[in-house]
């Protein structure tokens, strides 16, 4: 669903933000994508999706370049940042029908869909307010919201367990599970190596720009815990132990 085939992203000045990054993402894969700040996790999100141009290499969502065929790759994809940008002078449910009206959702689904999820997260009541009176938790469910009503083929998600209450992070979870039963894919940047663990079945982590390892989970942590192989595989165990 998703190839990043040798990717690097040249920055103004000379600085490299990431270097010849190649991994797949395939139907029904929760990937998880971990790293330190400033190691090219959002960098990487930003250029799949087309918002980042990028110097070398090229990104494949669904057979189609995103350089190419930009429009197309962006109809099966979403993308929630990890501070979404929403429209603060719409309310929520115009928001959503804005969404809705740009991907082309029949007015049956859209209803439907938009029914399902703010059930779920607990903001059907607040639709019909302004976005610029949501909290930040409220925005991020909105923002999760809008992704889900056109039924991404592709879900890229940085840091989307950041703002949101543990029920609300718990029932993302489920929905990710759900998606990926039903053949989307996923991936996600995340610093909470616990969920990535327990939520992934593949990972890669990015160091200084470059993939020093990914594959299937169970694959990449061995024996031990995610988080002791990321500590090991960026040089912070010695750090950890001082």
Same mark, same amino acid.
């Given at each position: /669903?998703l190839?990043? &085939? $040798?990717?690097?992203?040249i920055? =103004? ?6 270097d %010849?990054?190649? +991994? ?6 929760i990937y998880?994508?971990?790293?330190h700040?400033g190691?090219?996790?959002?960098t990487?999100?930003r ?8 110097t070398?290499g090229?990104?494949?969502i669904?057979? /189609?370049?995103i350089? &190419? $065929?930009?429009?197309?790759?962006? =109809? ?5 940042p990890? %501070?979404?940008? +929403?429209?603060?002078h719409?309310?929520?449910i ?22 399902k999820y ?6 059907t009541k ?15 469910k909105?923002?999760i919201?809008?992704?889900l ?15 949101l209450?543990?029920?609300a992070a718990?029932l ?10 039903k053949?989307a894919?996923?991936?996600?940047s995340?610093?909470?190596l616990?969920?990535?663990?327990k939520l992934?079945n593949?990972?890669?982590i ?15 942590k061995g ?20």
């Amino acid at each position: /669903m998703l190839q990043i &085939k $040798n990717f690097t992203k040249i920055y =103004k000045g000379g600085k490299k933000a990431v270097d %010849n990054l190649s +991994l797949t993402v395939e139907p029904g894969d929760i990937y998880g994508f971990i790293g330190h700040n400033g190691a090219g996790k959002t960098t990487t999100l930003r250029a799949v999706v087309g918002v980042l141009d990028f110097t070398e290499g090229d990104i494949l969502i669904d057979n /189609m370049s995103i350089k &190419k $065929n930009p429009v197309a790759c962006k =109809k099966v994809t979403a993308y929630i940042p990890d %501070n979404p940008d +929403l429209y603060e002078h719409l309310t929520g449910i115009q928001y959503l029908n804005f969404i809705g009206d740009l991907y082309g959702v029949s007015k049956q689904d859209r209803e439907a869909r938009i029914r399902k999820y703010a059930d779920m997260f607990e903001l059907t009541k607040n639709l019909g307010d302004s976005i610029g009176s949501y909290s930040h938790g409220m925005k991020q469910k909105l923002a999760i919201i809008s992704a889900l009503v056109h039924e991404p083929k592709l879900l890229v998600l940085d840091e989307p367990f950041v703002g949101l209450d543990p029920k609300a992070a718990h029932l993302l979870k489920q929905v990710m599970a759900e998606m990926c039963s039903k053949g989307a894919s996923i991936f996600f940047s995340t610093h909470v190596l616990e969920v990535a663990e327990k939520l992934c079945n593949k990972i890669a982590i990015i160091k200084d720009g470059k993939l020093i390892e990914s594959g299937l989970t169970e694959d990449v942590k061995g024996n031990q815990s995610l988080e002791e192989v990321f500590l090991e595989l960026t040089d912070e165990s010695a750090q950890a132990a001082m």
